[in-house]
């Protein structure tokens, strides 16, 4: 039956509250019991006055499971690799792949230099030839009024480096949009961007004679790419028939814009979760490498490339935009995140971004392998038949006996979880 409940959402300056009244608001609000309340107070290796400076409105944190992936050899150098996902079968799927380059020299990756852009959206302009060559002939000092407001930047060796004006026909009319490229070193670069975007706003109003509207980066980082490739041995993959049937699984993506989002979606599995351990925005990441695989040659395909060696064996490659940072943000303040970038030992970003592209690879071969072979559900089911015991409220070795129990049965279903668990109690 619907009620008519008297509580509002509408609280006036939660934000000004202490993390404990506003766990109390919350309890009241959602009738939480003191089980519920326990859940929410326990706070990890992120402590609860950092999670409050982190965001707003904070009542707890909220933990993920950190895997290791092994076996990553990329540009001569072992990695071991943080994971942060709940996805069972990644973190093993991405180490087994990884375990197959080893003998070929492992990954070969590399980045761009770390540009970034940045959009100034002008509208309401009286004479767009004119304000085109305005801006064109004021560009050396707008990259300057750019530069100014980052020294530190610049000190680095980044800094705003070029301009490009754009002309949009739009549903609101003719508008001319300003990219500025940014080299935004280690930093991900967001707040580099957008400040220098605000500060050039009035100049552009000035030489336009238009209005501005948007001044934010894209997140189309198609300036800012990272690139792995690695060689598969047939052998490895489970011979000849295997190389031909993940080269099938890849003709499938690159020809069905349905497969590809699958298909691009693993391999972001494996980018999400090393974003997600070393604290970074991803999902600026997400809607880069999206749009990334949509724009690059006109219809959606997918990120990574594959074809086979005249040795018989499977050469996979991958490029997409990766915005990432070690300066600034969660990376900096997560305890957790600042750990994973220490146990990678990454000095860069780029560095970090070469990782994460092999790690996007790996999972994407590990992914057509599996698939075109036995299928993901074998090995996805052990994991899976854990998660679906624990669910059911099994705890230590009742969760093993259940999960097996479930495969051998070929019924992985939280109700059978139950009443395996109800038995084994009884017992
Ligand atoms: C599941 O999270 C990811 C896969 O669906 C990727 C793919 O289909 O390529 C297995």
Same mark, same amino acid.
């Given at each position: ?208 004679? +238009?209005?501005?509207?948007?001044? =934010?980066?894209?997140? /189309? &980082? ?5 690139? #792995? %490739?690695? $060689?598969? !041995? ?77 040795? +018989?064996?499977?050469?996979?490659? =991958?490029?997409?935009? /990766? &915005? ?5 943000? #969660? %990376?900096? $303040?997560? !305890? ?83 009443? =395996?668990?109800?038995? /084994?109690?009884?017992?």
């Amino acid at each position: 039956m619907n009620t008519v409940s008297d509580k509002t959402s509408a609280i006036r300056g939660l934000y000004r509250l202490s993390i404990e009244e506003r766990q109390k608001k919350l309890q009241e609000f959602a009738d939480l019991t003191e089980d519920d309340m326990s859940v929410l107070e326990k706070f990890g290796s992120l402590d609860a006055s950092t999670a409050d400076r982190m965001i707003e409105n904070v009542v707890g944190t909220f933990p993920f499971p950190l895997g290791i992936a092994t076996n990553f050899q990329i540009n001569g150098r072992d990695f071991l690799v943080p994971m942060a996902l709940e996805e069972p079968s990644v973190v093993a799927a991405a180490s087994n792949a990884a375990r197959m380059t080893r003998q070929t020299g492992g990954f070969s990756a590399s980045t761009t230099d770390p540009v970034m852009i940045g959009q100034i959206q002008v509208a309401d302009i009286p004479h767009l030839d004119k304000a085109e060559k305005s801006i064109t002939e004021q560009k050396e000092n707008l990259l300057k009024v750019a530069n100014a407001q980052d020294p530190v930047l610049v000190k680095f060796g980044g800094g705003a480096r070029d301009l490009q004006v754009r002309r949009l026909d739009t549903i609101m009319g003719p508008m001319i949009v300003v990219h500025i490229f940014v080299d935004a070193r280690d930093a991900m670069g967001a707040n580099a961007v957008n400040t220098m975007c605000e500060a050039l706003a009035p100049l552009l109003e000035e030489l336009t004679k +238009g209005k501005v509207y948007l001044r =934010i980066l894209s997140n /189309l &980082a198609e300036h800012r790419l990272a690139r #792995a %490739t690695a $060689t598969f !041995p047939a052998k490895e993959l489970g011979g000849s028939k295997a190389v031909d049937g993940i080269l099938k699984a890849y003709a499938f993506a690159q020809a069905d814009p349905y497969r590809c989002a699958t298909h691009n979606k693993g391999i972001m599995n494996g980018v999400d979760a090393v974003l997600l351990a070393t604290g970074q925005d991803f999902r600026a990441v997400e809607a880069g490498a999206h749009t990334y695989a949509a724009t690059r040659e006109g219809g959606y395909q997918s990120l990574t490339r594959y074809e086979k060696t005249p040795s +018989g064996d499977l050469q996979g490659s =991958i490029e997409l935009p /990766l &915005a990432v940072g070690l300066v600034g943000g #969660a %990376t900096r $303040t997560h !305890p957790v995140a600042r750990l994973c970038v220490k146990i990678l030992g990454v000095k860069t970003a780029n560095e970090l971004a070469e990782i994460i592209a092999s790690v996007g690879l790996a999972q994407n071969l590990a992914a057509l392998r599996a698939l075109s072979q036995e299928g993901i559900q074998t090995g996805h089911m052990k994991l899976h038949s854990r998660n679906v015991a624990i669910a059911a409220g099994a705890i230590g070795d009742e969760v093993d006996t259940i999960a097996q129990k479930m495969i051998a049965e070929k019924r992985v279903r939280f109700d059978r979880a139950q009443e =395996i668990l109800a038995e /084994l109690r009884k017992d």
